[in-house]
């Protein structure tokens, strides 16, 4: 069964450090993207970086990248320099290439991340 | 930027009213999602419409109902509202089918309480 796994509720990390959010899936399907999104408390989710299933190179978005490593089926998501603005919850999902119309997404439970001063 | 908007942002009804969650996006995508998001479940999928009048079921669907009569607006409808359904809602859209690659934006969720 598709599955993604979130193992950290929460985290503390101190403001200019880097972060490593953990993420593992599970599917048999060869075809999948990843993604990252970021909550904030205002509630919207904010999407930070994908990774599809035949990239050979990590993702990066500015100070976010996806650490991908296929084999052991774990996609961690690496915030360099922390920022306050960082706190929020953060959800790791999973997009499968099956059929159908339209790509549905898998999501984990999330890991609420403080970033302190 | 993609725009995605929800009716309301706090929402409080009784049980067995009928509740309408509206959600509009200005991008014109193809497809549209209805989530809700409980503390240790993540987000889970209600329904979501791959174009105008059509509509699948996701994982949880009972209990809900969909209307997509124009492109750009998608209705979760609680025919009678029960205080399971006390949650956050959150709405998506993405544009034309690539598999797996379509990223989904979403709006900023209406908090429904439902006494």
């Known amino acids: 069964a598709q599955k993604i796994t979130q193992t950290q509720p929460g985290m503390f990390v101190q403001e200019k450090e880097a972060v490593t959010l953990d993420c593992t899936y599970d599917?048999?399907?060869?075809?999948?993207?990843l993604f990252w999104y970021k909550q904030p408390s205002s509630g919207e989710m904010i999407f930070l970086i994908y990774?599809?299933?035949?990239?050979?190179q990590n993702a990066t978005e500015g100070r976010y990248s996806l650490n991908f490593q296929k084999a052991r089926k774990s996609a961690n998501l690496v915030i360099s320099a922390s920022q306050l603005g960082d706190s929020a919850m953060y959800f790791c999902?999973?997009?499968?290439?099956?059929?159908?119309?339209?790509?549905?997404?898998?999501f984990g439970t999330g890991t609420l991340l403080a970033v302190q001063p | 930027d993609v725009k995605v908007t929800q009716s309301s942002r706090y929402l409080v009804k009784r049980t067995g009213e009928k509740v309408f969650l509206e959600c509009v996006q200005d991008?014109?995508?193809?497809?549209m999602f209805w989530y809700r998001q409980d503390p240790g479940l993540g987000l889970r999928l209600i329904y979501f419409?791959?174009?105008?009048?059509?509509?699948e079921k996701g994982d949880i669907p009972e209990g809900y109902s969909v209307s997509r009569e124009k492109k750009e607006r998608f209705s979760l409808i609680l025919e009678s509202a029960s205080t399971n359904q006390t949650s956050m809602y959150l709405c998506?859209?993405?544009?034309?089918?690539?598999?797996?690659?379509?990223?989904?934006?979403f709006g900023p969720g209406t908090r429904l309480t439902v006494l």
């Open positions: 991008m014109d995508h193809e497809n």
């Open positions: 990774q599809g299933s035949y990239d050979q």
């Open positions: 599917t048999s399907d060869p075809s999948y993207g």
């Open positions: 419409s791959y174009d105008v009048k059509m509509k």
């Open positions: 998506a859209s993405s544009p034309y089918y690539r598999p797996f690659t379509d990223t989904q934006y």
């Open positions: 999902a999973m997009s499968l290439g099956g059929g159908g119309a339209t790509n549905k997404l898998i």
